[in-house]
């Protein structure tokens, strides 16, 4: 009888061994499942989000603003005597194509072209401000009853012919020793491609070569780098 007692409490010794190991063994199972399950969570926690730009087709020309007062040389004829600064005067050529707005015919844009250039400057007072400037005439090529004698009109001539350009917002640009360069967002991460910039306007900034109509781009971030994943902001 007593060799039974001791068999039996030799098996459930074992059992309670056995049920042990077990019991470590599911912890650790769960545990691992639970680190399985928040790795993922912590690496997308981890990455950097990004808002995303395209590239933006726009027409071009370059030009220069002035203001002036309205001159009538007949009942269908008129000019606008405008001063063109000195930093500027080398942009305006006769014969350049000018667009001429006003308060007192909104909504309405007539037509010009530059007749006459002073041959030499003149200084203008703008307060106690004294700037060089040179008197230029600009001949309206349409006009009708709006148009009287004494009016102001401000007028862009036109210094270039209007041209497409891609157009980049400035913070899409990134800089370092290399030159300037985008990020683009391909598969879930950030690609670098170097690009070559042209002209600065206030809506961005033209890119020459380097990218394409079709590529999304990543508004510049320090935490961004080449081949990192990301997350684009919604």
């Keep these: 009888m007593g060799f039974v007692l001791l ?9 309670w061994s056995h049920m042990k190991k077990y019991c470590i063994l ?40 002035a203001k002036g007062d309205i001159f009538k040389t007949g009942s269908d004829s008129a000019f606008v005597k405008v001063y063109i600064s000195e930093k500027d005067i080398s942009k305006v050529k006769e014969g350049l194509k000018t667009e001429i707005t006003g308060d007192a015919f909104p909504g309405k844009t007539y037509n010009g072209i530059v007749d006459e250039i002073a041959g030499t400057a003149t200084k203008q007072n703008l307060g106690s401000i004294q700037k060089t400037v040179v008197a230029v005439n600009i001949k309206l ?9 004494g009016y102001t009109a401000d007028v862009k001539i036109l210094t270039s012919e209007p041209d497409e350009l891609d157009i980049v917002p400035y913070e899409a640009v990134n800089q370092d020793d290399s030159g300037e360069f985008v990020y683009v967002f391909n598969s879930g991460v950030a690609v670098r491609k170097d690009i070559e910039t042209g002209r600065e306007l206030s809506n961005g900034v033209e890119v020459v070569s380097g990218i394409s ?12 780098k080449e081949g990192q994943p990301v997350i684009i902001e919604e």
Excluded at 7 to 15: F, H, L, N, V, W
Excluded at 213 to 224: F, H, N, R, S
């Design 7 to 15: 068999d039996e409490t030799r098996k459930a010794q074992k059992g």
């Design 26 to 65: 599911l912890s650790v199972t769960i545990c691992l499942l639970i680190a399985a399950i928040a790795v993922p969570e912590v690496i997308i926690a981890s990455m950097p989000t990004a808002e995303t730009a395209k590239v933006q087709k726009i027409e071009h020309a370059d030009y220069v603003n």
């Design 141 to 149: 090529t349409d006009t009708d009853e709006l148009i009287k004698a």
């Design 213 to 224: 109509e079709d590529d999304t781009l990543l508004k510049a971030d320090d935490e961004i």
